[in-house]
């Protein structure tokens, strides 16, 4: 239980740090102090006032106003959104995992990602992203077709039970169809190609507060369902008959989390975009090092997954700066081979 406690810990600080490293570095250099200074200033400018300190009233003050709206403007709302993101599809495909008793299962096995992708696509070609609804066009479209796809998904799954396999059936006629409706898009997309191509590589360009609000509710909603359900969940892993006799009501929980991973899915790829890897590697990994126990788990993989979208968006900016390569091709040449390391740990063990 120490062990635990010692390993959430860890992982929180060190999302912290990441988070500041992730806001300081970029292609204007920043000394770490003035990041600091710049975040605590509004709360030490009030102690200030209130404690009459005039040290700490002009706290930050030296900090040159560029400076500061890099930092709280551009760098600290992507960084948040990338973790948020990160946090979303580590939760999702945990959970998809444990309902589909397949650790090889991903957040985007219903089809959600068609959608959204197939939403994007069709507010980029049809100029939506130019009106009155600017920047939030695209990830409102992209939403929309996430949830959507699920709708589809369900409808179709609904003659048999909307059974495991019957929704896994449904989830791939969906994106199979959705794949080449998106396919169609792209064909007479023109001049819009390359930003149609682009987002569904995935990446945080452009990502201000508003997609960090956008997003926290969902975030917000969906984990506390599924965190709800941690214990369900684990009877769920163990097969319908199992925990039906635990006392499990198995269709009203499977349809809860299902519906809380795609929530998830959907509003994390409505701001980023197409980023595989993150929902399928995170929550693998923890599971081998702490365990299949979804209260233990579903943390560790909120947490992992934080860093691991964050650094993978920092080494998107630096790596060949000042020239930004897509987060998507980052997750999978980092998560690739990882992911292969962690299969041949498994049949080792």
């Known amino acids: ?88 599809l580590s939760l999702a495909g945990a959970t998809m995992q444990g309902l589909l008793k397949n650790p090889l299962a991903d957040p985007y096995i219903l089809g959600v990602s068609s959608g959204a992708a197939v939403g994007a696509a069709a507010a980029m070609l049809m100029g939506l992203s130019w009106n009155l609804l600017g920047a939030f066009a695209i990830p409102a479209a992209a939403f929309a077709g996430g949830i959507g796809s699920l709708v589809m998904v369900y409808s179709l799954s609904r003659g048999g039970g909307r059974s495991v396999l019957n929704m896994l059936l449904a989830g791939v006629a969906v994106s199979t169809f959705l794949g080449a409706v998106l396919s169609l898009l792209i064909f007479f997309s023109g001049q819009q190609l390359q930003q149609v191509v682009f987002w569904m590589m995935g990446g945080f360009s452009g990502c201000n507060w508003f997609h960090f609000l956008s997003i926290l509710p969902f975030l917000a909603g969906g984990s506390l369902v599924i965190f709800w359900h941690s214990r369900e969940l684990d009877a769920l892993a163990l097969g319908d008959e199992q925990a039906y006799y635990m006392g499990v009501d198995v269709e009203r929980v499977r349809h809860r989390l299902l519906w809380a991973s795609a929530l998830l899915t959907a509003s994390a790829v409505s701001v980023c975009g197409l980023i595989g890897f993150v929902g399928l590697v995170v929550p693998h990994a923890m599971r081998l090092i702490g365990g299949p126990v979804h209260r233990n788990l579903l943390p560790a993989a909120a947490l992992a997954g934080g860093i691991f979208m964050a650094v993978a968006d920092l080494l998107s900016r630096v790596v060949l700066a000042p020239t930004e390569l897509p987060v998507g091709v980052i997750t999978a040449l980092v998560g690739g081979p990882f992911f292969l390391y962690l299969l041949k740990k498994r049949r080792v063990s």
Do not use: H
């Not at 860890?10 to 975040?39: D, E, H, M, Q, Y």
């Open 1 to 88: 239980m120490k062990s635990r406690a010692w390993a959430y810990l860890g992982l929180a600080l060190l999302l912290v740090l990441v988070l500041f490293v992730c806001v300081a570095i970029g292609s204007v250099r920043i000394p770490l102090s003035a990041l600091v200074k710049t975040v605590f200033s509004p709360l030490v400018n009030a102690l200030g006032e209130l404690f009459s300190l005039p040290a700490w009233q002009d706290f930050g003050q030296d900090v040159p106003d560029t400076w500061r709206t890099i930092l709280l403007r551009l760098r600290l709302p992507r960084v948040a959104v990338a973790m948020l993101a990160g946090v979303a």
